[in-house]
């Protein structure tokens, strides 16, 4: 298995290279949605939270990502010794209209296209994905990780409607008028979500791009009034089972796995690692579980990191593990120190169980 790290747009700079290389990872996963752009409650000094009006403003929706600017990405990583493993997260600019199956659909899913044969032409092996119409949201952050450091949990989904003019908890449209976004039901959701697998899965073969899918985080069956896609273990099968390409794969958050109240997170990674379709690895750990979690170290929590790493291993994982959180530890750099201590410890396990690479 291949140590990685996740850098957030302003993170895309030789500083940060540097950091992942001296913390001993070998690949990078990158966002190039700006989270932060405007955004009022939302701090770029660590994961994006947010409140009711979301993290930020999406993107330019006539810019989509061109294979130059993905292509010079990918150099600039390489030269700094790293490989560019996967881009995370379309714009919601891009695609909302997927999501919300609005008068734009037709369009977005041509968007979708052109971005996966952008980033396969590049040279770029994974696209990661949320299928998720309210996004990450209903977070909250506090001093309760070990010595006061502060992590992100959940009291309860945040069900306050989605107001029009926003979708996976960015605004798209700001001159929206008033009004909320009509609530889905679960069967319309799964129905978008395969009209979108049937649209794009065809794409990503031909350009030799693996898509990969996030679990919702935070995992309640209802966020902003809308319904979750995947929010317990057993619904990754479900989608696995929309489109059996092997370019239909998971994006597998174990963090938010074992935050899902169904429990059975080691059975999940042992099954879903079983059949191959597991794309790369978030890996964080948690305590405690739907309604009520908060993220913790990774030296401790409820999640057995050792035993997830030798599942993996038994059954022939070779891919990237990234942490996508951490705590914030109290020094000058807080996000920093916090990944150090994350990537430090994955290391050691890894070197621990044989997987290290």
């Known amino acids: 298995m291949k140590l990685g790290l996740g850098l957030y747009k302003h993170m895309l700079n030789d500083e940060y290279y540097r950091f992942a290389r001296q913390c001993g990872c070998t690949h990078v996963v990158v966002h ?3 989270y932060f ?3 009022q409650d939302n701090r770029p000094v660590d994961q994006p939270l947010g409140g009711l ?11 989509l990502w061109s294979y130059e600017e993905l292509a010079a990405l990918k150099a600039e990583i390489n030269a700094a010794g790293l490989e560019l493993e996967a881009i995370e997260n379309f714009d919601p600019a891009h ?11 037709a369009r977005h899913l041509e968007n979708c296209k052109t971005i996966i044969r952008n980033i396969g032409r590049a040279g770029i092996p994974i696209m990661a994905y949320n ?5 990450v949201a209903g977070r909250i952050k506090g001093p309760w990780g070990r010595g006061g450091a502060e992590v992100v949990g959940i009291e309860g989904a945040e069900n306050d409607p989605l107001p029009q003019g926003m979708a996976w908890n960015m605004v798209v449209d700001e001159h929206a008028r008033g009004g909320i976004v009509p609530p889905a039901t679960p069967e319309q959701l799964w129905q978008r979500a395969k009209d979108f697998l049937d649209a794009v899965v065809p794409v990503a073969e031909e350009a030799g791009v693996t898509l990969a899918a996030h679990p919702d985080d935070p995992p309640t069956p209802t966020m902003r009034g809308q319904p979750r896609l995947v929010h ?12 059996p390409s092997p370019n239909n794969a998971l994006e597998f958050c174990i963090g938010t796995l074992a935050e899902m109240s169904e429990g059975g997170v080691l059975e999940a990674v042992d099954q879903y690692s079983k059949q191959g379709r597991v794309a790369y690895v ?14 913790t170290f990774i030296d401790e929590g409820d999640l057995d990191v050792l035993r997830v790493l030798r599942i993996l291993k038994d059954n022939k994982f070779d891919g990237v593990i990234i942490p996508d959180h951490a705590p914030q530890m109290a020094c000058a750099a807080p996000w920093h120190a916090g990944m150090a201590f994350a990537l430090g410890y994955l290391r050691a396990a890894l070197q621990s169980v044989g997987a290290a690479e």
Do not use: M, T
């Open 53 to 63: 009006g979301g993290w930020g403003v999406a993107g330019d929706p006539n810019k």
């Open 232 to 243: 317990q273990p057993r619904l990754y099968q479900k989608l696995l089972d929309l489109h």
């Open 282 to 295: 978030h890996l964080r750990n948690v305590r405690g579980h739907v309604p009520s979690y908060r993220e």
């Open 37 to 39: 752009n405007r955004g």
């Open 32 to 34: 190039l949605v700006d």
């Open 131 to 135: 299928f998720s119409i309210a996004g």
């Open 95 to 105: 695609w909302h209209d997927v999501l919300l199956d609005g008068p734009q659909k």
